[in-house]
């Protein structure tokens, strides 16, 4: 079983950048999948980023693609994202969540953090 703690929301303008953190605990960290998803009110949990921790492939969606980062600091067992050029669609609720098994259904992910709110408005 693995614990995570995101941290790094907040409020920014339009245009400006974020960087979120999500720390993992209690299991071997290299041996999962680690996924971004944000839900913004009233609207279904989505997928936004995630990358696999035995070698670093990074995936991403189409709305984020060319304006986020994923990046891994494995002695940390810490996981980034960098957000860049936000957007007033980029607010929500930005949950990491872990699992062995990559997929893009959010009902696969076992294990989730509490989330950090990113708000982008002027």
């Known amino acids: 079983q693995v614990q995570l703690v995101e941290s790094g929301g907040g409020l920014v303008q339009p245009g400006g950048s974020l960087r979120l953190s999500c720390t993992a605990s209690g299991a071997i960290f290299e041996r999962y999948n680690i996924g971004w998803f944000r839900q913004a009110p009233g609207k279904e949990r989505e997928g936004v980023s995630a990358?696999?921790?035995?070698?670093?492939?990074?995936y991403y969606t189409d709305s984020t693609r060319g304006r986020f980062t994923i990046s891994v600091d494995n002695a940390k067992k810490t996981v980034y994202l960098q957000m860049n050029s936000l957007k007033p669609e980029d607010t929500g609720l930005y949950s990491c969540?872990?699992?062995?098994?990559?997929?893009?259904?959010?009902?696969?992910?076992?294990?989730w953090g509490q989330g950090t709110q990113v708000t982008v408005s002027s």
């Open positions: 990358i696999r921790l035995n070698d670093g492939t990074p």
């Open positions: 969540a872990a699992s062995l098994y990559y997929s893009v259904k959010v009902s696969d992910w076992p294990y």
